[in-house]
């Protein structure tokens, strides 16, 4: 004969994670004045819990959430389980979420704390799935992750139990491996990476400035040829710039626009590559860029002056 067992440890563990799910409801709930569960997951000291919320979670609502969790959790709050009809049970304040799925018996589940001799009700939930008897034996909780799923659905990742200690010492060797790499003991990574960043800022000035001086020598340098003899008595105030093969390519193509209007803000400039991106500005008064694009049936968004676009018909202008 056929003997079932039940793995205790296992048990415990999404007894643990369970419990807790029903807490961050609850406390998503009081953060959020009202919000409804969309879908969640339990497994051992591990659960995800998707709700709908307009609105982005910034991270010390994140920190603010997971301590009141655990303030809770500290408290030792008792968990109390009773099964009742269900139409009996509609009528109290417990929530209900999908409700094709229960029978005509359901169970509610509480968890109460006392407060100046007043009861307080944390949590009342329909609910069939195994819990601990008190929040104490949940241990901690972590939020690990939070984002956004869908549309107006966010995601809490969070562990439970020994899995908050796993995730800590995770953490820490993350730490003592960046601190190694740095060059750095741990307690002064703050300082460490404030240097780095300042390091990397001005790097990133430097970079850049030096990269505005390379593009308008080569457009100093550049022989600007002369074409677009379609747009009639203007045509010799073209400059027609092709960045393909030239030491510009290699250059952001914004930063060329912008250097080329710098430098020669007086005349009319076509830019453009192989990738079919161009731009048209306008120099000179008593011409319209836009005006040229819609003659060259160019796809294109902009002003008179200035427009831009990607299109393989610029090909075909110049």
Known sequence: ??????NKVQREAKMRAHTATHLLHFALDKMLNST?????????????????CKNPIEEWDIQLLESTINDR???GIAVITKEMDK????KTSAKAFFEEKYWDIVRIVTIVSEVDNWLDIESVEFCWWTHVNNTAHIGA???????????WIRRIVAVTGTK???EAQRNEMRIIDISKRLDCQPKQLEDKLEKILSSYHHLQDDHASLQWKIICTHLDDFHLECSLPSVGSDWWNWCVLNITDTDLSHHDFKEVINAAKSRRSDRNWIIYNKEWNFAIYVGNKGFSAKDFAKQQWLKWWGSDQFVQGKDPKILDVV
């Not at 004969?1 to 039940?6: D, F, I, N, P, S």
């Not at 139409?87 to 509609?90: F, G, L, V």
């Open 1 to 6: 004969m056929a003997k079932l067992t039940v």
């Open 87 to 90: 139409e009996e049970a509609q």
């Open 164 to 166: 908050v200690i796993e």
């Open 73 to 75: 959790i500290k408290q």
């Open 141 to 151: 909780l972590k939020i690990i992750e939070h984002s956004s799923v869908a549309s």
């Open 36 to 52: 409804k569960q969309a879908w969640s997951l339990v497994d051992d000291d591990y659960l995800r819990f998707d709700f709908a």
